[in-house]
T-cell receptor
Framework: AQSVTQLGSHVSVSEGALVLLRCNYS??????LFWYVQYPNQGLQLLLK??????LVKGINDFEAEFKKSETSFHLTKPSAHMSDAAEYFC?????????FGTGTRLQVFP | EAQVTQNPRYLITVTGKKLTVTCSQN?????MSWYRQDPGLGLRQIYY???????DKGDVPEGYKVSRKEKRNFPLILESPSPNQTSLYFC???????????????FGPGTRLTVL
């Protein structure tokens, strides 16, 4: 069965620092993987997705993620954090007719 | 504008009083789904529908009902709400990929439900 694990429920960075949010997946078939972001009091919106094309996926707001099959990972990165990046981030994997979410990582950005 | 709408956005009710949360999408998506979000648990799927008149249980279906009589609408029904159903609820919709998997899901703004 497919699943995802997000390491670290809270991550804090300074403005301008590198953002790294970790996601490891388990899948018996080539996975479709997603990162979603949830800003305070809003729904989820797609940051980026991997669907077996390029292993380095670029998303909105300068976020990107690299699919590493050997490490079963799909970590999310951003070179320089901005205050507006403060939000909760969810990694998810598709299981044919379901989207399986991780438990989320809350990102705090300090000035 | 392509969107998923939910109503109401906020609801406070009492134990046992039947309620319905509506969900509508204007993107002609076949797939629709309901999730609940609870602190530390992420999003868990309640029910989903792959097309009109086709619904299936997700991971936490107990205490909920759904129906899909029209492609655009997917209401969530709580026949007898209980306090453990206090949560933030999201509706989502998507197309299918050529391989038959649910593709990018588009989420509504959420409904915050409190059951006293």
């Amino acid at each position: 069965a497919q699943s995802v694990t997000q390491l670290g429920s809270h991550v804090s960075v300074s403005e301008g620092a590198l953002v790294l949010l970790r996601c490891n997946y388990s899948s018996s078939v080539p996975p479709y993987l997603f990162w979603y972001v949830q800003y305070p009091n809003q729904g989820l919106q797609l940051l980026l997705k991997y669907t077996s094309a390029a292993t380095l996926v670029k998303g909105i707001n300068d976020f990107e993620a690299e699919f590493k099959k050997s490490e079963t990972s799909f970590h999310l990165t951003k070179p320089s954090a901005h205050m507006s990046d403060a939000a909760e981030y969810f990694c998810a994997v598709v299981n044919t007719d379901k989207l399986i979410f991780g438990t989320g990582t809350r990102l705090q950005v300090f000035p | 504008e392509a969107q998923v709408t939910q109503n109401p956005r906020y609801l406070i009710t009492v134990t046992g009083k039947k309620l319905t949360v509506t969900c509508s999408q204007n993107m002609n998506h076949e797939y629709m789904s309901w999730y609940r979000q609870d602190p530390g648990l992420g999003l868990r799927q309640i029910y989903y529908s792959m097309n009109v008149e086709v619904t299936d249980k997700g991971d936490v279906p107990e205490g909920y009902k759904v129906s899909r009589k029209e492609k655009r609408n997917f209401p969530l029904i709580l026949e007898s709400p209980s306090p453990n159903q206090t949560s933030l609820y999201f509706c989502a919709s998507s197309l299918f990929t050529s391989g038959g998997r649910t593709d990018t899901q588009y989420f509504g703004p959420g409904t915050r439900l409190t059951v006293l």
